[in-house]
Nanobody, 123 residues
C-alpha cells in the first residue's frame, strides 16, 4: 500500500523560501505519477506541480512557474517542493499525491494523498 508522509511548511515572510518534503513508501516512486496540490481557505484544491511517470519531467502551474521546483530523490524515495519568492497568495494547505495514471493534473486523478501541511506567507 502506497503511503505518503509530509514534512516541512510553516510561517514565512513575503519573499522568503520554504521546502516541503514527502516520504513515499510502499512502492518505487518512479512507478507513479506524483504531484503537489494546494488548497487555500474557501477555494478548491489546485494543481501546483507534477511529474508524469511516463514523461519524467516536472510540469508547473503558471502561478508558481519560475519560483517553485519539484524534485524526486529516487534513492530516498522522497518528493521535494522548493518554494522561493513566496507571496501571500501562496498561503494554503499543501498536499503531495500519487497516481497510477500516466499523467494527471486534476485532484480526482490521484489515488494517494499525504496528510497536508500548512504554508502561511505573512509579514
Amino acid at each position: 500500500q502506497v503511503k505518503l508522509v509530509q514534512s516541512g511548511g510553516g510561517l514565512v515572510q513575503p519573499g522568503g523560501s520554504l521546502r516541503l518534503s514527502c516520504e513515499f513508501s510502499g512502492y518505487t516512486v518512479t512507478a507513479y505519477t506524483v504531484g503537489w496540490f494546494r488548497q487555500a481557505a474557501g477555494k478548491e484544491r489546485e494543481f501546483v506541480a507534477g511529474v508524469s511517470r511516463i514523461i519524467g519531467t516536472a510540469d508547473y502551474a503558471d502561478s508558481v512557474k519560475g519560483r517553485f521546483t519539484f524534485s524526486i530523490d529516487t534513492a530516498k524515495n522522497t518528493l521535494d517542493l522548493q518554494m522561493n519568492s513566496l507571496n501571500p497568495e501562496d498561503t494554503a494547505i499543501y498536499y503531495c499525491a500519487a497516481s497510477i495514471r500516466a499523467y494527471g493534473s486534476n485532484s480526482d486523478q490521484f489515488d494517494y494523498w499525504g496528510q497536508g501541511t500548512q504554508v502561511t506567507v505573512s509579514s
